[in-house]
């Protein structure tokens, strides 16, 4: 099993910035990769981006590429979302997950069987 906790989120303001935190514990070692995803009220949960785990190699959805940065500490198992130039669109539950699995594309919620509890993003006009 792998924990996840979320935590950064909160209030800013439109062309503002959030780093977000995803801790992991637990069976950590297993993760090949770990993505943020996101969530707005009415919406289905939405794919931010991944990092594959051993070689942090990042992949983003086209309406955060070039604003939004993945990365991670090896070292004590945590992954980041930073977050720049925030549009009221940006708001949302903000999920971290990971998976263990061999996927083709690590784009969809379906590949990832554990997940934090979100953190909230509220970017106001």
């Known amino acids: 099993q792998v924990q996840l906790v979320e935590s950064g989120g909160g209030l800013v303001q439109a062309g503002g910035s959030l780093r977000l935190s995803c801790a992991a514990s637990?069976?950590?070692?297993?993760?090949?990769?770990k993505a943020w995803f996101r969530q707005a009220p009415g919406k289905e949960r939405e794919f931010v981006g991944y990092i594959m785990w051993s070689t942090a190699t990042t992949y983003y959805s086209g309406s955060v590429k070039g604003r939004f940065t993945i990365s991670r500490d090896y070292a004590t198992n945590t992954m980041y979302l930073q977050m720049n130039s925030l549009k009221p669109e940006d708001t949302a539950v903000y999920f971290c997950?990971?998976?263990?699995?061999?996927?083709?594309?690590?784009?969809?919620?379906?590949?990832?069987?554990?997940w934090g509890q979100g953190t909230q993003v509220t970017v106001s006009s």
């Open positions: 637990g069976r950590t070692l297993s993760s090949r990769a």
């Open positions: 997950a990971a998976s263990n699995r061999y996927l083709s594309d690590y784009g969809v919620s379906s590949g990832y069987d554990f």
